[in-house]
């Protein structure tokens, strides 16, 4: 009888850790999957943000020069409009699928943008400034923001001590 028992509680006890092992390795089975499918979607982003990025870039430096063609009379004020309307359109385009900080920055760019244009139209620049100055370092912060957030999905998640997936650290 006490053999019969002892057999009876190891098959229970061996029975009950082989599922619980089973278990443990099916939830970093499903973990491993769902960290390996985040890497690839921030990926996949990726490729859709560059040309993105890129042609808000190009759009917003033609913004930028036919501002300073119109404030140096050296162009028709009626390109403008045509301008900044691409450059409006990749605007929204792209923070639909930017982060935070690149909205933030994009937001700072087109609102001096507004501000620099109105008076270069009406003609009340400053003698012996230069109206673009703040354009062209908010500039500067907004490819900052577009390369950090470009940067960021090309480190791929790396395999902890347990076979999981980890991000690593920023910094």
Do not use: N, Y
């Amino acid at each position: 009888m006490d053999a019969t028992l002892a057999g009876l509680i190891g098959t229970t006890v061996g029975a009950v850790t082989g599922f619980a092992g089973a278990w443990l390795a099916q939830r970093a089975q499903i973990r491993l999957q769902r960290e390996e499918r985040m890497h690839q979607e921030r990926v996949r982003w990726l490729v859709d943000k560059k040309p993105l990025f890129r042609d808000l870039l190009t759009a917003l430096h033609g913004w930028h020069d036919s501002l300073v063609s119109v404030w140096r009379e050296d162009a028709e004020r009626d390109d403008l409009s045509e301008i900044r309307a691409s450059a409006t359109k990749w605007a929204v385009e792209s923070s639909l699928i930017a982060s935070k900080p690149v909205r933030v920055a994009l937001d700072d760019v087109q609102r001096r943008f507004s501000d620099v244009q109105r008076l270069i139209l009406e003609r009340r620049v400053p003698a012996g400034s230069e109206p673009l100055a703040d354009v062209l370092s908010s500039l500067a912060v907004l490819e900052d923001a577009m390369r950090a957030e470009l940067a960021e999905p090309m480190r791929p998640p790396r395999p902890g001590r347990d076979g999981l997936l980890r991000r690593r650290a920023v910094g």
